[in-house]
């Protein structure tokens, strides 16, 4: 196994120096990242088309120009969020003043999933640097160009002991592991989610870890059936299904499901055209492997919108499949592609016991226009994040934390939440001298009566 003890140990001694907790060496480093990024466009979505055929219009909203907005977002609010923060005191308090420091970490490692390589890769680091930190990325193995390209505008901004990207598979991720880093930011699967808490578990290390699972997408009687098609198609067939929060599977009230697939056979053909397969623009499984697991579903229920595939090009077309139950293969673990099945329901109260039963999903989406049926579903159902009468676009808002609960991961980012999850919040009281409580101490007059009056 290789080892990073000395990159890590490199990064160390850079953070020590100070330099990345200066706010203007932030702000400085963002900038760069920023025009970096824009003189590296052609670049990246040549790679990302050759990693995932990913169309320019997709591969910029949602990866470069997303990462953009990020860092706008952040420059702009970045001086205000380092400062300490002066908080109240209590009675028992006076005299004191209390603030809490955002202080870095220290050596930050980001390993990132292959699904949105860059996005996934960068959105973090922005959160590591406007918090202070050094950092490593390892990005996916899976998406060799991106990764390249990632690797090549870091080295070419950044010094190895402030920014720097280590390429590899497993091996790599697992040696970047056991070295000992100061804060652990994980995106990828629950599986390896659980072998990096475990890992950040031998040396203590804090983690955040955004993981995936399966997201509902409900479809209620009341909902507006053809604006619901519309944004479902969206959020389910964009970058072929491959998206942490797509919605997994449909959850549709028995009186509208006819409508529903009919407005969604309309909207995929609008959006895709009438043979998917040979839209150039139509984003392709990302492997061998995951197009193997994912044709091995086609066959569960009864494909009633697409179903065809094209194993050269690792294209399957956008699929929706009827008649699915949680018994089907297809309804075990994550979907992570472009078949979507539906599950059909009477009362809310089945789909609130199905969704219950299985683990916290990582998003949600409800589509009603009835307020008691949307409070029903929020009381009653825990998940990451999620939009009601939407898909993934609560994503893309920079003051929503993104991020999951219970099996679906834990902390969160975007906007001021990458900052604060990058940051440690140091919190510091400073005393008076001038006087001095003395009801605190174990000779006080009357200590017990007193302090009774106060502690209650
Ligand atoms: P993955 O867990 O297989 O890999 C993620 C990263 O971990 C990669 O860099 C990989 O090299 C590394 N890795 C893989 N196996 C490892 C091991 N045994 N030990 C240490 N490191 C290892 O995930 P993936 O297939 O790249 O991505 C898909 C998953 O990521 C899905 O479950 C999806 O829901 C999830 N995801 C979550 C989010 C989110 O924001 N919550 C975003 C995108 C993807």
């Known amino acids: 196994m290789e080892n990073y003890q000395s990159l890590i140990d490199e990064q160390k001694e850079f953070f020590n ?51 953009l907005q990020e860092i706008s977002f952040i420059e702009r609010r970045l001086r205000a969020w380092a400062k300490p923060k002066k908080v109240k005191k209590p009675i028992t308090h006076i005299g004191t003043k209390s603030l809490i420091y955002p202080e870095p970490y220290g050596v930050s490692l980001i390993i990132a999933p292959w699904n949105y390589p860059f996005q996934l890769a960068v959105a973090p680091l922005l959160g590591a640097i406007a918090a202070g930190n050094c950092a490593i990325i390892k990005p996916s193995e899976f998406t060799p160009k991106t ?34 880093v100061d804060y652990i930011f994980f995106t990828g699967s629950v599986p390896v989610g659980k072998i990096v ?41 964009t970058n072929a299904g491959q998206t942490c929060i797509a919605p997994d599977y ?53 494909t009633i919108i697409g179903g065809n595939s094209n194993k050269e090009e690792l294209s399957i077309e ?16 994550e979907i992570f592609g472009p078949i979507l099945p539906a599950m059909e329901y009477g009362e809310l109260s089945e789909v609130i016991t199905g969704i219950s039963q299985h683990p916290n ?11 008691q049926v949307e409070e029903k579903i929020l009381e009653n159902v825990s998940f990451g994040g999620g939009c009601i009468n939407d898909t993934l676009y609560h994503l893309s808002t920079p003051y929503l934390p993104f991020g999951g609960v219970g099996t679906s991961g834990h902390g969160a980012y975007h906007g001021k939440s990458s900052f604060d999850t990058f940051s440690h919040q140091k919190s510091v009281m400073k005393q008076t001298n001038l006087f001095d409580m003395s009801l605190r101490y174990p000779n006080a007059k009357n200590g017990l009566k007193k302090i009774k009056k106060y502690l209650k």
């Open 17 to 67: 120096t100070n330099t990345t907790k200066d706010v203007a060496f932030r702000l400085e480093a963002l900038d760069k990242l920023k025009t970096g990024i824009k003189q590296h466009e052609d670049a990246l979505l040549a790679a990302l088309k050759e990693d995932l055929n990913k169309s320019a219009f997709d591969a910029y909203s949602t990866e470069i120009g997303f990462t």
């Open 318 to 333: 956008p699929t929706v499949l009827t008649t699915i139950t949680w018994d089907d293969p297809i309804m075990k673990d």
């Open 197 to 237: 808490m475990k890992a950040a578990a031998e040396n203590l290390v804090p983690v955040t870890l955004e993981l995936g699972g399966k997201s509902p997408c409900i479809v209620h009687e009341d909902a507006n059936i053809k604006l619901a098609a519309k944004r479902i198609a969206w959020g389910k067939f």
């Open 361 to 371: 999903p990582l998003a949600l989406y409800l589509f009603t226009e009835n307020d």
């Open 147 to 180: 990764s390249q390209v990632l690797q090549n505008i870091i080295a070419e901004l950044f010094p190895e002991k402030y920014i720097a990207v280590v390429q590899g598979g497993v091996e790599t991720s697992q040696a970047l592991l056991s070295s000992n």
């Open 250 to 302: 449909l959850y549709v009230h028995k009186n509208v499901k006819e409508q529903l697939l009919t407005e969604l056979r309309a909207v995929i053909k609008d959006f895709f055209g009438n043979n998917p397969l040979e839209n150039e623009n139509y984003t392709h499984i990302v492997n061998e492997q995951h197009f193997n697991r994912l044709s091995a579903y086609l066959t569960n229920g009864e």
